[in-house]
């Protein structure tokens, strides 16, 4: 296996669909008419060893289609990936990953013991290693109770932790991850966050898909966000929030009705507070603001930078959407 602090590398990816529209040939009554869909048009990231990395974008956006072509269900039109430096169909890699899919499914009257005892068997672990880790496991996401239980009675949220114990079954070096909270409850989710952290204090790598930002911002090291099937964002989460710093508030007191005018007709937020003033405004500008009004003799009570939220972050590189500071 290859040393290299690099788990996952895609290069280029793209992934071309073609639907049949029956409907519309059936209007024109003559063969089927084929048409392409471009599921993943530009995806290039890596992800690195010991690290949570976050793969963000909105419904349709080309996640899981991606992630799909990494753990080798489908495969890609054209582009590279490369797991541990090999191809993701390697069967040493393929012992490597732990992979938990959106909606997993399991056979509705077998019980937790005998589905994780399928999966170790697949992995090749013994008897007594089988037995060692289906206990831990069913231990580790609070299914011990259920162990004798068909999994027809299970919940939404009793069939997610299920499926966080069968991706962890072979102690994978790489996890990957695709809505591992769905579904579950607010303690649900702080066990599986968890487990998460967990695994990246041992030296595992977790590839991470979730809606709930506020669990990714407290997560991941580093997110890549997808639009239209394109990455249109990668980096440190740390970085690319403190590289938004786009706007600062300006606390201002003494300031005259033309004065408000003057900055709201230049596209400055402008909220009054009752004998303060609130300025939003872009950071690039807040010196030359200040001079002015410093020099119109108003009272400077505070400036503070306004750090983007994920949420904000995201709003507007996935969706072209500008959050507004309350």
């Known amino acids: 296996m290859s040393d290299s602090d690099n788990v996952l590398e895609i290069k280029e990816l793209k992934k071309?669909?073609?639907?049949?529209?029956?409907?519309?040939?059936?209007?024109?009554?003559?063969?089927?008419?084929?048409?392409?869909?471009?599921?993943?048009?530009?995806?290039?990231?890596?992800?690195?060893r010991g690290q949570v990395f976050g793969f963000l974008g909105p419904n349709g956006a080309g996640k899981t289609t991606t992630i799909k072509m990494c753990m080798d269900l489908i495969r890609p039109s054209s582009g590279s990936i490369k797991l541990f430096g090999k191809s993701p169909g390697d069967l040493e890699v393929k012992a490597r990953v732990g992979y938990l899919p959106e909606h997993p499914y399991f056979y509705d009257y077998l019980k937790p013991q005998e589905i994780l005892d399928l999966f170790a068997r697949i992995f090749g672990l013994s008897r007594k290693e089988r037995k060692q880790r289906i206990d831990m496991l069913l231990d580790r996401v609070g299914l011990t109770h259920a162990r004798n239980r068909a999994l027809r009675k299970f919940s939404k949220g009793m069939l997610q932790r299920l499926g966080v114990a069968q991706a962890l079954i072979n102690d994978p070096d790489l996890l990957v991850m695709d809505e591992p909270l769905s579904g579950l409850d607010p303690v649900g989710r702080k066990e599986i966050r968890d487990i998460i952290i967990e695994e990246r204090d041992r030296g595992k790598t977790v590839l991470l898909c979730s809606h709930i930002l506020n669990d990714i911002e407290h997560l991941c090291d580093r997110v890549a966000i997808i639009r239209e099937g394109v990455v249109v964002k990668e980096g440190a989460l740390g970085e690319l929030l403190s590289?938004?710093?786009?706007?600062?508030?300006?606390?201002?007191?003494?300031?005259?009705?033309?004065?408000?005018?003057?900055?709201?007709?230049?596209?400055?937020?402008?909220?009054?507070?009752?004998?303060?003033?609130?300025?939003?405004?872009?950071?690039?500008?807040?010196?030359?603001?200040?001079?002015?009004?410093?020099?119109?003799?108003?009272?400077?009570?505070?400036?503070?930078?306004?750090?983007?939220?994920?949420?904000?972050?995201?709003?507007?590189?996935?969706?072209?959407?500008?959050?507004?500071?309350?």
């Open 243 to 326: 590289r938004e710093n786009r706007k600062t508030e300006i606390l201002v007191g003494n300031m005259d009705a033309s004065l408000k005018k003057q900055y709201i007709d230049k596209g400055i937020e402008v909220v009054d507070l009752g004998g303060v003033c609130r300025l939003v405004l872009d950071t690039g500008h807040v010196a030359e603001v200040i001079k002015d009004l410093v020099a119109a003799g108003c009272l400077l009570n505070q400036v503070q930078s306004h750090r983007d939220s994920l949420e904000a972050l995201f709003l507007r590189e996935a969706v072209g959407k500008e959050v507004t500071h309350a």
């Open 16 to 48: 071309r669909f073609w639907l049949v529209e029956l409907e519309r040939a059936l209007e024109l009554r003559f063969g089927q008419i084929v048409r392409p869909v471009d599921a993943v048009r530009n995806v290039s990231m890596t992800v690195q």
